[in-house]
């Protein structure tokens, strides 16, 4: 069974930096897509960045480029979402995903999700 565990998150003040955690278990996903998504309140959830080592594309959202970094483990099978300079605008529930396809920013793309973690900035 396949699974995406997250870990990090929290409340911290603008400007400050947090690390999100992904652990995937079930399947090597060192070849896979892996992607960050985050939805606020009230809002649609939107792909924050996506690593794609198959196709050799990495994406950030325009809104988050140059403060925020993926990477990868992959001897301990694990994506991180390194948040740097952050923005109250920034607060939202982020997710982490997977799949075995082509990475693209639609979150239907994506079959296996964490379980969401909750990342406060305030001002």
């Known amino acids: 069974q396949v699974q995406l565990v997250q870990s990090g998150g929290g409340l911290v003040q603008a400007g400050g930096s947090l690390t999100l955690s992904c652990a995937a278990s079930g399947r090597t996903f060192s070849r896979s897509a892996m992607a960050w998504f985050r939805q606020a309140s009230g809002q649609e959830r939107e792909c924050v960045t996506y690593d794609d080592l198959t196709y050799g594309r990495t994406y950030y959202a325009n809104s988050v480029k140059g403060r925020f970094t993926i990477s990868r483990d992959n001897a301990k099978n694990t994506v991180y979402l390194q948040m740097n300079s952050l923005k109250p605008e920034d607060t939202a529930v982020y997710y982490c995903?997977?799949?075995?396809?082509?990475?693209?920013?639609?979150?239907?793309?994506?079959?296996?999700w964490g379980q969401g973690t909750q990342v406060t900035v305030s001002s």
């Open positions: 995903a997977a799949d075995f396809g082509r990475a693209t920013v639609r979150s239907d793309d994506y079959h296996y």
